[in-house]
C-alpha cells in the first residue's frame, strides 16, 4: 500500500493493528480463512469500540483480502464476508463544549514552565483554527510565516491549505518557541518536554493533552475523545455567532460543505424559529 497507493506510515499502522490480531487469531496459514472467521472476528472488535474503529477495521480487511487474492493466498470470494457497518449520517449532534469551558481549559495552564507554554499554544491551534490533532503532530516551523501572518497546515490526503494566524495564537508559539520548546534535531513545532526531544508520536498524544487539561480545569467531557471536541466546539460558536456553513467549511477545510450541515442541528434557537407546531395540539 506503501508502494502503490502511497498510504502513510500512520495510516498503515492503524491498519496493522486489526490485521496482527486477525492473524494471532486464524494463524499464519491465510488459506485457512473463511467467512465464519472472518464475521466472528469483526464482531469481536465491535465490542466496546466505536464506529470509526469498527470501520478502520473493515476496511483494512478488505485491502488485505484484496492482497492475498491477487497473491492467490485465500479464496476471491471472501471479500463479501466482511460485514458492512451501519452508519446514518447527520443522525447524531456533534458533541462540544461551551464557550466558557473553553477558555477555562485554555487558562488553566501554567505559563511559567515549558509545559505548560507548549499545552497552551496547542491548546490555541485546536480551539481558534479547529485543527486536527494530526495536524499538531504534522506541524514544522517552516509552516509558519510570521512575516504575512499565515499558517500552513497539511491535513487530510496531505493537503496544503493556508490559515491566518491570529496575534492570540502567533503571540502563544512565540512565547513556546523561544522559551519552551527544548532544542530538538527534529524541526516539528511541537516535541517532548523529556529527552530524547522528539516530536509528538501521534494524535493520541495530542488528546491526551487536551484531558489532561480538562482534568486541571475541572471542565466535563461531553464525549469520548479530547482534541476533536475542540474542533466541534469552535464549529459551534462560530455557526452561533452568524457564521455561514460555508465560512466554517473552509475553516475547518471540509471538501464539501455537506460534510459541515451537521452543526446546523446544533443551532437550537435558530431551529426554534422555524419549527413547526404539532398538528392538533397547542404549540410548546
Partial sequence: MREQRGT??????????????????????????????????????????????????????????????????????????????????????????????????????????????????????LARLGLRAGDIVRLHLGDINWKEGWIQVSGKSRRQTRLPLSQEVGQALVTYLRHGRPRARDDAVFVRTRAPFRTLGSHAAVSVIVARAMRRAKVKRPARGAAHLLRHSVASSMLRQGASLQDIAALLRHRSVETTQIYAKVDVKALQKIAQPWPGDVSC
Fill in 8 to 125: 502513510s506510515d500512520r495510516t498503515l499502522y492503524n491498519y496493522g493493528l486489526p490485521l496482527q490480531a486477525l492473524i494471532r487469531k486464524s494463524g499464519e496459514d491465510l488459506s485457512r480463512l473463511d467467512a465464519r472467521l472472518l464475521r466472528r472476528f469483526v464482531l469481536d472488535q465491535c465490542q466496546g469500540a466505536g464506529w470509526a474503529v469498527v470501520k478502520r477495521c473493515t476496511t483494512a480487511l478488505r485491502m488485505f483480502l484484496r492482497f492475498l487474492i491477487t497473491e492467490e493466498r485465500c479464496r476471491p470470494g471472501l471479500l463479501g464476508a466482511v460485514p458492512v457497518i451501519a452508519n446514518w449520517r447527520l443522525s447524531v449532534l456533534p458533541r462540544y463544549l461551551p464557550p466558557d469551558d473553553v477558555e477555562r481549559l485554555i487558562a488553566c495552564n501554567d505559563r511559567s514552565s515549558a509545559v505548560g507554554k507548549r499545552d497552551r499554544a496547542i491548546l490555541l491551534l
